[in-house]
């Protein structure tokens, strides 16, 4: 018997689309939901409003760019090294290589720094706000379980994770690795790069 095993990215990223907003329903519905989503059978119609919602929302998500993203096309496009842009920004190479590869928070940058970066870049605050929204919800979500009602921990129980988290030995970067932090992170950014226009 032959099992096709290749992955539909569409149904994936709707299934992606849904774990994110469990936190936004009830167990039960996101449970029958869940059930349904996972379903080999077509089950019912979704609503005209609620696949338009969805598709919306994939476009979103799919057309915005992280910080590395960003930073790696600039560079890309203007022919410049990774080499040269730190030699220019005052940054260092590894942390240029970091930025690029959305393995770092932005805001562990010096907003000084950062800013030149991006003005030898040409990359606007409008721009790069959201791709470091994007890159910070990256990190995020990769680094830190957040579950909602209904999340399933597919490797581990539940309280082997929390011991997991409580007991991690900290640098104190979560003091500025918050929501808070990159929101007057981004303030100060915004009103130095309008200071140099």
């Not at 598709?55 to 960003?70: A, D, Y």
């Not at 000084?112 to 870049?121: A, G, R, T, V, Y």
Request: charged share 35%; hydrophobic share 35%.
């Amino acid at each position: 018997m032959s099992v096709d095993n290749k992955l539909n990215p569409l149904d994936e990223a709707l299934r992606i689309l849904w774990i994110e907003s469990i936190p936004n329903s009830n167990e039960e519905t996101s449970s029958r939901e869940l059930r349904l989503i996972l379903s080999d059978n077509d089950g019912p119609d979704m609503d005209a409003q609620k696949q338009l919602e969805l598709i919306n929302r994939l476009f979103e998500t799919v057309k915005s760019v992280s910080l590395g993203e960003l930073i790696d096309n600039a560079l890309a496009t203007k022919n410049i090294s990774s080499v040269e842009l730190a030699d220019e920004s005052g940054l260092d190479v590894s942390s240029v290589e970091e930025l690029k590869e959305d393995s770092i928070y932005p805001n562990n940058i010096p907003v000084i720094l950062l800013q030149k970066l991006l003005e030898k870049l040409n990359i606007s605050f409008d721009t790069v706000e959201k791709a470091i929204w994007k890159t910070y919800e990256m990190l995020r979500k990769k680094y830190f379980i957040e579950p909602g009602p209904g999340y399933v921990f597919a490797r581990k129980g539940r309280n082997e994770i929390r011991e997991g988290l409580i007991n991690k030995k900290t640098t104190g970067r979560e003091l500025y690795e918050n929501k808070d932090a990159l929101e007057k992170y981004l303030s100060k950014l915004k009103d130095l790069m309008e200071e140099n226009k």
